[in-house]
């Protein structure tokens, strides 16, 4: 069961591999460029960062003008180097995220994880949002229209992961900003889901459910039905994850020529992605959204050089033992419900919530 994991993610990522071809071809180093956001600041605590003031773009720079030095860093930079700004947002709040909260994470992990549910709340497989999760992604869309007078420069690309959390999300921040109106095409990628293994949160769905509740969406090649990744008793560790997310990198930057682009994920994969560019650790609370200029340095070979990447990735890893006993979620933690009504017969990704948010 050590092996199953990384032998299934490798063949799978193999295959996904043939759709962005040039990147067997070209390794490079990674980097963010520091000196536009608080958050790359090692003098910013990430326990109390605000990311609705202003995504953390520092005090004396504005959207214009940070538009400008990322349009004057690529018309600039060698033919062998590139730059775009991602936008990496961690889905709002889910039914376990509620459950880790009030179990402790050491129970959690230990056992509620393994569960669906408990009769009152379920959390598996693949966990809904929140009513709170729903109102904070609605609030987020109403953060990003705030920024619009200001040259706010808006994705052109969005990648998702496979999960409802993240998607809902996603759509729920950009559907009345630019989804709606066809300009782009959110693609779900398996390279952004959450940690592989173990807890049945992070167990997805398979594509016909998905392809039914988001008609709007592109599936990347290679992307199979059912969750062939995921084992109940084992879990991927932080290298593979990094790795994950490197490939994840090395595919965008491979085939999309944008320079904006949205990424809708978990916390895991924003971990792995910030250590993947050498970027600082930085926690994201549920919900929030954090750009990070991204500079890629090709290199041309078949054999990348050792000193581009370097990760260790370690056998995967069981369930620990629980040091303490179970108790049982009170009523007060509402059953997971599907609250969201994504049709075909609307506009592209048109949403219906059940909850108001103020602006």
Not at 242 to 265: G, P
Not at 331 to 350: C, G, K, Q, R, W
Request: aromatic share 12%.
């Amino acid at each position: 069961m050590v092996k199953l994991n990384l032998l299934a993610s490798a063949a799978l990522f193999a295959s996904q591999s043939l759709a962005y071809s040039p990147a067997a071809q070209h390794y490079g180093y990674y980097s963010t460029v520091s000196g536009f956001f608080k958050q790359d600041d090692n003098s910013t605590n990430d326990s109390n960062f605000d990311y609705t003031d202003n995504l953390g773009l520092h005090d004396n720079l504005t959207w214009i003008e940070f538009r400008e030095q990322i349009e004057a860093l690529n018309e600039e930079a060698a033919n062998n180097v590139s730059y775009k700004v991602i936008f990496f947002a961690r889905h709002s709040e889910g039914y376990h995220n509620v459950a880790e909260s009030y179990y402790g994470t050491p129970l959690w992990n230990c056992y509620y994880s393994l569960l669906d549910g408990n009769g009152t709340s379920q959390w598996g497989p693949d966990a809904y949002l929140t009513e709170n999760g729903i109102d904070n992604a609605i609030n987020n869309s109403y953060l990003i229209k705030s920024l619009l007078a200001d040259d706010f420069p808006l994705p052109q690309s969005f990648y998702s992961s496979p999960f409802t959390r993240a998607a809902d999300t996603l759509v729920l921040t950009w559907a009345d900003i630019i989804l709606d109106s066809g300009y782009s095409t959110p693609i779900f990628k398996e390279s952004l889901r959450e940690t592989i293994g173990l807890h049945t949160c992070d167990k997805r769905r398979s594509k016909a459910y998905l392809e039914d509740r988001y008609p709007d969406f592109e599936f990347e090649k290679g992307f199979y039905d059912e969750d062939i990744l995921w084992t109940k008793d084992t879990q991927e560790d932080d290298g593979a994850k990094v790795l994950r997310a490197r490939q994840f990198l090395d595919d965008v930057f491979a085939s999309d020529e944008n320079t904006y682009i949205s990424v809708t994920a978990h916390s895991g994969v924003g971990s792995a992605i910030l250590s993947a560019l050498g970027h600082r650790k930085f926690k994201l609370a549920t919900g929030a959204i954090i750009p990070l200029v991204v500079r890629r340095e090709s290199i041309l070979g078949f054999t990348p050089p050792t000193s581009t990447f370097s990760i260790s990735v370690g056998p995967s890893g069981t369930a620990p033992a629980c040091s303490t006993s179970y108790s049982t979620v009170p009523s007060s933690v509402a059953f997971a419900s599907d609250s969201l009504d994504i049709s075909s017969e609307t506009a592209p990704a048109t949403v219906t919530v059940t909850v108001t948010a103020s602006a």
